[in-house]
């Protein structure tokens, strides 16, 4: 595991140590380790509608009702 060396804002900091205080993360590493796991999980999913939404662009038209075109999108957004 790479080690760096990284310096917070103090609100930052301040809620970084209350959610380790809370117990809900072991350490300040883990936590900052879930919340770019998070971003990155979520960029995935802004990509993935990006590329939807340029090939939508590129085709025109589509059969779908809004109502499948919603529920498929949801569905990929949950994972």
Known sequence: MSR??????????AWLKE????QE????????????????KQQVQIDWLNRKLEKAEQSG?????????LKESKSRMSG
């Open 4 to 13: 760096q060396s990284i310096s917070f804002t103090k609100p930052n900091d």
């Open 19 to 22: 959610m380790v205080s809370n």
């Open 25 to 40: 993360y072991s350490s300040k590493s883990e936590l900052v380790n879930d919340l770019i796991r998070q971003a990155r």
């Open 61 to 69: 038209f589509t059969n779908l009702r809004k109502e499948e075109i």
